[in-house]
């Protein structure tokens, strides 16, 4: 399915798994909304996002906020008259044991990586319901699934969002939303500790930017739910 045209929201789309999503909507000739919290980092996605052919709008936010959110859908609203894509993907990762993570630490990962998804999308659904249209594409984890030492709170913002999204999933089908999960393993970002992996064998961003683009490509009948993404052999 051509993807030409289409407006697309990416969250945490500065750097990483974002941006790089955000250039691969770029070279297919989407208009891409980039929302991440660094003004000056966005507006370096966003020329490049232009230079290969899409249309870039940067939108300093935080997604934790109510305000903020709203001004986020209300600026795409009007500028692109539409909302075809949301990518749920800003995150953030403290890990510590239990009886040593902050409080705030804890609050923080849930306002971000659950709070802040669930604003987002109850933001955009109105308009993808009045369209009968729209894809929404939450960038979960692994440990949504699994569980290790010093991962408590982090994992638990991903188990929480992937439940998040099969109930969601089950709602927005009816008005023909396709919602959907990416979980990836490790990624050679800033984000995620290696743990001594080879940085070149484990999945790069632009990995889990095919997996999305995978998912949006299918024909409208057609949903797929989950995908979980590993690198073949990261040893």
């Not at 986020?72 to 949301?86: N, P, Q, Y």
């Not at 990962?109 to 009968?132: E, H, S």
Request: with cysteine; aromatic share 6%.
């Amino acid at each position: 399915m051509s993807l030409d045209g289409q407006v697309a929201i990416v969250t945490g789309a500065s750097k990483g798994i974002g941006k790089a999503i955000a250039l691969s909507f770029a070279r297919e000739k989407m208009k891409v909304v980039l929302a991440a919290r660094t003004k000056s980092e966005l507006e370096k996605a966003s020329a490049e996002v232009n230079k290969l052919g899409g249309n870039a709008l940067p939108v300093a936010m935080d997604i934790s906020k109510d305000e903020d959110v709203a001004q986020l859908v209300s600026k795409t609203v009007e500028t692109f008259g539409r909302i075809d894509v949301l990518i749920n993907n800003a995150g953030l990762g403290m890990f510590a044991p239990v009886d040593e993570l902050p409080v705030e630490d804890f609050d923080r990962m849930f306002a971000v990586n659950m709070r802040g998804v669930f604003l987002c999308t109850r933001a955009v659904l109105p308009y993808m319901k009045k369209q009968k249209s729209g894809a929404i594409i939450n960038i979960s984890s692994l440990a949504g699934k699994n569980f290790f030492k010093g991962g408590a709170g982090y994992a638990a913002t991903k188990w929480a969002l992937n439940g998040f999204t099969k109930c969601l999933m089950l709602e927005a089908r009816e008005y023909d939303i396709r919602v959907s999960i990416v979980g990836p393993g490790s990624v050679a970002t800033e984000f995620s500790p290696h743990s001594g992996k080879d940085p070149a064998k484990i999945l790069q961003s632009q990995d889990v930017a095919d997996a999305v683009l995978a998912v949006l490509r299918l024909p409208r009948n057609a949903l797929m739910s989950e995908i979980d993404l590993r690198p073949t052999n990261p040893k």
